[in-house]
């Protein structure tokens, strides 16, 4: 069974956004159900990601390694941000090309000092929960993790595998790659999007919308 993990990784609530617009884009349920379908096959799972929510990121790494049969996860673009923690949750390889990187999660908060306080603290648990990802796949403390986060660290495929987030470099696959989503859509995108979709009497802008962003995000394939 493939699984694509590309563009956007983002809630379920908000996948038929992406989709409505033709962005590349996958959420938790459609992972789901295609571990569903998969009835104990092996998994094939096709990683080019800029990443997205991390909480959405979460659920398909739980999801792939509690799949009972086979997984074998190929890194065929970039393995980043959440997609970095969904590539650590079985045996993988990546492509010579491939980019991986790995950061301190990040959230929007409002409200007083205390709040912007409480705010610190909910992500810095974020970042070590995110690093117990990472440990368990490469060995290394929490502290190394966290530091390289911190940095935000980008690497190469070789890279990678030198530092055991990847397993192996993959040879003569003849992998065809194709270029992803620039990342998540604002808030204020989002929320604009719903209102409209949710006006009948905005149908028309709403297609003006659709075609406008078409033009905009034109994708070019690109074959090794």
Not at 9 to 34: F, G, H, S
Not at 190 to 205: C, F, Y
Not at 209 to 222: C, F, P, Q, S, T
Request: a negative charge; glycine letters at 8%; charged letters at 25%.
């Amino acid at each position: 069974m493939k699984i694509d993990i590309k563009g956007s990784i983002v809630t379920n609530d908000d996948k038929w956004i992406y989709d409505w617009l033709d962005m590349e884009a996958v959420c938790p349920r459609d992972v789901l159900r295609a571990i569903e379908n998969a009835n104990g096959d092996k998994l094939e799972i096709y990683i080019n990601s800029p990443g997205g929510d991390i909480f959405a990121g979460s659920e398909i790494y739980a999801a792939l390694q509690a799949y009972t049969g086979e997984v074998s996860i190929h890194v065929v673009g970039s393995a980043c941000s959440a997609a970095s923690v969904i590539a650590c949750a079985g045996h993988s390889d990546m492509v010579r090309t491939g980019l991986f990187m790995y950061h301190n999660v990040s959230g929007g908060f409002k409200g007083d000092y205390h709040a912007m306080d409480k705010g610190s603290e909910i992500l810095q648990t974020a970042n070590r929960a995110i690093a117990a990802a990472y440990r368990e796949k490469t060995g290394k403390t929490e502290k190394e993790l966290l530091e390289a986060m911190d940095a935000e660290t980008w690497i190469t495929a070789e890279e990678a595998v030198e530092l055991g987030f990847i397993d192996e470099i993959a040879e003569n696959k003849n992998l065809r790659l194709a270029a992803s989503a620039p990342g998540l859509l604002p808030d204020a995108v989002l929320s604009k999007v719903r209102t409209i979709a949710n006006n009948p009497q905005s149908k028309e802008k709403a297609d003006i919308l659709k075609a406008r962003h078409k033009l905009l995000n034109l994708k070019v394939e690109v074959k090794p």
